[in-house]
């Protein structure tokens, strides 16, 4: 099959597109014939050897957490599958990923795609809603009628984030500069705060049940932000810490989250998107050929770059 990989860590230069075997398929796995995979900033991350300490690659590697596509083979023990079947996964981190056209995962990690949508944009939706809906509910317990400040609200998880917030009933306050208001407008978004002028921490007068921190700002500025924060109210954030010594003095609580596979939620995620209530936010779709120019984009996107990888599906 031809598939991207990297021998080594590095910058985006060490991406190739080449031959590699298709993968092997365990009793408990399934054989997607990929579709489509979208990019997470995670996958750049990865390919630098950030977190080599912490996630070790085996070399060569292929990236790419987020996949849609259709089943090709399955182990015999899986069940509730049947080969064709449209799905949508969001794959072990360490594990060679969908910038190929095929890949294998756990069956347990697999959901039904949504039906309607197209199933290339399926694949915008794994990691980012469901780093949004455990962020959301299972961190923060977000409950109708609260108010939820979303940093970075236009990004990959941001926009998912917006949506969902809406869906459950919350009042919704984003971070984002202006070129993604009207996008956040069309969401539902019941105030935007242009983080290129203000801070969040200095404009929101009236305080918040909860805020969900997606912005790679410094930890110092995720502190700032508790400051907005109700009392006993709880600050997610998917990347730098807020000081816990500062939490307490205000009485408020952080959680620092990593994302987790999670098919059930998926499948949850899958029927909203078929009921309109929640649309990925895809800003580009490009040749999985791009993959480099999209992995030089890390931390300056919008939404999420859609990946073709075969079309015909």
């Not at 944009?121 to 317990?141: E, K, N, R, S, V």
């Not at 410094?218 to 998917?238: C, F, H, I, N, R």
Request: charged share 20%; hydrophobic share 45%; proline share 5%.
């Amino acid at each position: 099959m031809k598939a991207v990989r990297y021998h080594q860590y590095g910058n985006s230069d060490v991406l190739r597109y080449e031959e590699a075997p298709v993968p092997e398929v365990l009793a408990d796995e399934i054989l997607i014939k990929v579709s489509a995979t979208a990019f997470n900033p995670a996958d750049a991350m990865l390919r630098m050897g950030v977190m080599k300490d912490v996630l070790p690659l085996a070399l060569p590697f292929i990236p790419n957490v987020d996949v849609s596509g259709v089943i090709d083979k399955m182990g015999e023990s899986v069940k509730g599958f049947s080969r064709g079947d449209q799905v949508f996964a969001f794959l072990d981190m360490t594990k060679n990923g969908a910038a190929a056209e095929y890949v294998v995962c756990k069956a347990a990690d697999v959901a039904h795609a949504p039906a309607n949508i197209d199933l290339q944009d399926a694949a915008a939706i794994p990691g980012g809603a469901l780093t949004a809906w455990q962020g959301l509910f299972d961190h923060g317990h977000l409950q109708s009628g609260q108010r939820v400040l979303i940093t970075a609200a236009a990004g990959g998880v941001g926009s998912f984030a917006v949506q969902l917030a809406k869906w459950k009933g919350a009042y919704v306050i984003g971070t984002a500069s202006e070129p993604s208001f009207p996008a956040l407008q069309a969401m539902g978004i019941d105030e935007i705060v242009d983080y290129k002028k203000a801070s969040a921490a200095d404009v929101i007068t009236e305080k918040v049940d909860l805020i969900f921190n997606l912005s790679p700002i410094p930890s110092d500025e995720v502190t700032k932000l508790l400051q907005v924060l109700k009392e006993g109210g709880t600050l997610v954030t998917a990347l730098h810490p807020a000081d816990e010594s500062a939490a307490n003095d205000l009485g408020v609580h952080v959680v620092r989250m990593a994302v987790q596979r999670n098919a059930e939620q998926l499948s949850h995620i899958a029927a909203l998107v078929d009921q309109g209530v929640v649309k990925p936010f895809i800003t580009e779709r490009l040749p999985l050929s791009s993959i480099a120019s999209v992995h030089d984009k890390a931390g300056q996107t919008r939404g999420k770059i859609v990946l073709h990888v075969s079309d015909n599906l």
